[in-house]
């Protein structure tokens, strides 16, 4: 019997497919059919595939041409399945020519003719407009935005704003994108706005972004006070409008999966989760010199409540803070201190102050560690009693890990949202009103 194999994503299942692997079938007895996870595409940098793993699956199984679908989750599995499998003969699309030779020394290689035309890229882009998104503020994390949208497709930058004209200007030329000298004209220019300006300023540019019309991703901590964020959720809500906040941790693949592991009981209930992060800083940054909305729970608080709000919920019994200042009396270590009613939580967070990043979700079974820049989740460990008894997990991260929420944000604009919101309207409620009350706590001191 002449077994045959060949993998893709099959994503908007298309003639191209068909054609394929009705001719795969033809090069033998018994065809199997590698199915990629959605993990996979996405960490060879496929982002955006609309159809559900079990989708492409089905469509896969209607062509009556697999005699068996496997699932494709890592790189280096096709050689170890053909191994597996006694493959003679591995048989993709002729878009990939030259890049399976390495096989060869297995099996038989065949480069299929590619069906002209058509492929998941074209439906994708067919089935949606091109989002034209707009910046607004010309810092930092702007800068890191540029590439990482450069990496979904379905989304083109189209310019940015910043009241200081020179500034905008500048970033404009360097990035080869517009700028705009007044907020009306962005506005005309663009479909949905990222917002990266300081912190006290995303009120009033998320407020006019909404009704103007445009979705809206916006920086970290989004509001400072509970009412702003109930007000602009209503408002996007009633104009249909997508709101997201950017907490790009909460859309990494990684992340994901620890959430999942540390709710599938594999530590048994929570009942104590510490996160901590700490950053050294330019003394003359905004984020060590602006005393009223600098420091370091502002700036990092977000991160470290993510999991706790994820982990435990909205519902704490009660949150209180304590404070190291520098010498211009801005916060540079605080700590959060959160009771649930069955589990307790802390946050660190440090703005030139140093210490170990780590994330720490204990159980009753075990815990979970995972190490800085647990931020940028792609590595964790499931430890237990005996301490032989150590699971590992991992996951990619990819650049500055902006492209998880910009492609989630994406999606649910285009309504192809595989998944809910990953960061709910109540979580980013529950964390304005946190730092509120934290901004309360620090000005009465
Ligand atoms: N294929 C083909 N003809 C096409 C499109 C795809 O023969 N017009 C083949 C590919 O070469 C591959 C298989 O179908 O062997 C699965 O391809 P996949 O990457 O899932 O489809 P594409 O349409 O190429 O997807 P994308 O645009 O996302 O790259």
Redesign the pocket.
Same mark, same amino acid.
Do not use: C, M
């Given at each position: 019997m002449v077994k045959v194999i !060949?993998y *893709? !994503?099959?994503?908007l299942f &298309?003639e *191209? &497919?068909y $054609? /394929?692997l009705e001719r795969a079938k033809k090069l033998g007895d018994y065809l199997i059919v590698g199915v990629t996870t959605e993990e996979y595409d996405q960490a060879r940098g496929?982002l955006n595939v609309i159809d559900s793993l079990m989708t492409r699956i089905e469509n896969v199984k209607k062509t009556g041409f697999a005699d068996e679908i496997v699932i494709e989750e890592s790189a280096g599995q096709k050689f170890r399945d053909i191994k597996k499998y006694d493959v003679d003969i591995f048989t993709? *699309?002729s878009?990939?020519v030259g890049q399976f030779d390495y096989l060869k020394d297995y099996c038989q290689v065949v480069y /299929?003719e $590619? !069906?002209k035309d058509? =492929? =998941? !890229?074209m439906l994708r882009e067919q089935n949606k407009r091109i989002q034209r998104i707009g910046i607004i503020g010309t810092g930092r994390i702007a800068r890191r935005f540029i590439p990482e949208a450069g990496r979904v497709s379905g989304i083109s930058v189209q310019g940015v704003y910043n009241p200081h004209i020179e500034s905008a200007a500048a970033f404009a030329k360097n990035y080869d994108i517009n700028y705009y000298e007044s907020l009306e004209q962005f506005f005309r220019a663009v479909d949905a706005v990222y917002i990266a300006s300081p912190h006290e300023t995303h009120y009033e540019y998320i407020k006019a972004s909404l009704l103007q019309g445009k979705h809206v991703l916006c920086e970290k901590p989004m509001v400072l006070k509970k009412i702003q964020a109930e007000e602009l959720f209503d408002c996007a809500k009633r104009r249909n409008l997508i709101l997201f906040e950017g907490i790009k941790t909460a859309y990494c693949p990684g992340f994901e999966k620890l959430l999942g592991i540390a709710c599938s009981g594999a530590i048994g209930s929570i009942k104590s989760i510490d996160a901590c992060f700490t950053k050294l800083e330019d003394e003359n940054s905004r984020e060590l010199t602006d005393l009223q909305y600098g420091g370091s729970f502002l700036e990092l608080g977000s991160y470290c409540m993510l999991p706790i709000m994820k982990l435990l919920g909205h519902e704490y019994e009660r949150v209180s803070f304590d404070t190291v200042t520098g010498s211009n009396g801005l916060d540079i270590l605080t700590k959060a201190y959160f009771k649930y009613p069955n589990a307790l939580a802390t946050v660190t967070c440090g703005l030139g102050v140093k210490s170990e990043g780590q994330l720490i979700i204990s159980g009753t079974k075990g815990y979970i560690l995972v190490e800085a820049p647990w931020w940028k989740t792609n590595y964790f460990e499931v430890r237990r009693e005996n301490p032989g008894d150590v699971e590992k997990f991992s996951a990619r991260f990819l650049g500055d890990g902006l492209r998880y929420e910009l492609s989630d944000f994406l999606s649910m604009i285009n309504g192809s949202a595989k998944s809910e919101f990953k960061l709910t309207r109540g979580e980013s409620i529950k964390m304005a009103e946190i730092m509120e009350m934290f901004l309360a706590v620090k000005g009465e001191k």
């Open positions: !060949t *893709g !994503t099959f994503d &298309h *191209g &497919h $054609r /394929l496929k993709v *699309g878009d990939w /299929l $590619r !069906t058509i =492929s =998941s !890229t």
